[in-house]
């Protein structure tokens, strides 16, 4: 059982800059594809943002393109999501997720999730 427990969320203004962790459990952390998702109020959660676990290839939603960074510390067994030029549109509950096949397949396949932290964005 893999565990993933995010920080780091909070309020901050248009424009400002979070960043985001997600500390995960277990020993072959360095192996799993990593992502991060969020939900806005009343919507359904959508894909931000993920890493793969051999090379680290990374991939972002369009909406977040530019603007956001997804990296890992596999020393630390630690995933990063850097968020600069927030925008109120980002406000949500961001979650961590575990795909330990090593790739990315879609939020179906997703096998770990974190609880989520919250980031709102004021105006």
């Known amino acids: 059982q893999v565990q993933l427990v995010e920080s780091g969320g909070g309020l901050v203004q248009a424009g400002g800059s979070l960043r985001l962790s997600c500390a995960a459990s277990?020993?072959?952390?360095?192996?799993?594809?990593m992502g991060w998702f969020r939900q806005a109020p009343g919507k359904e959660r959508e894909f931000v943002a993920t890493?793969?676990?051999?090379?680290?290839?990374?991939d972002y939603a369009d909406s977040v393109k530019g603007r956001f960074a997804i990296y890992r510390d596999n020393a630390k067994n630690t995933v990063y999501l850097q968020m600069n030029s927030l925008k109120p549109e980002d406000t949500a509950v961001y979650y961590c997720?575990?795909?330990?096949?090593?790739?990315?397949?879609?939020?179906?396949?997703?096998?770990?999730w974190g609880k989520g932290t919250r980031v709102t964005v004021s105006s």
């Open positions: 997720a575990a795909d330990t096949s090593g790739y990315y397949r879609g939020q179906g396949k997703i096998d770990y």
């Open positions: 277990g020993s072959t952390f360095y192996s799993y594809a």
């Open positions: 890493i793969s676990g051999p090379g680290g290839n990374r």
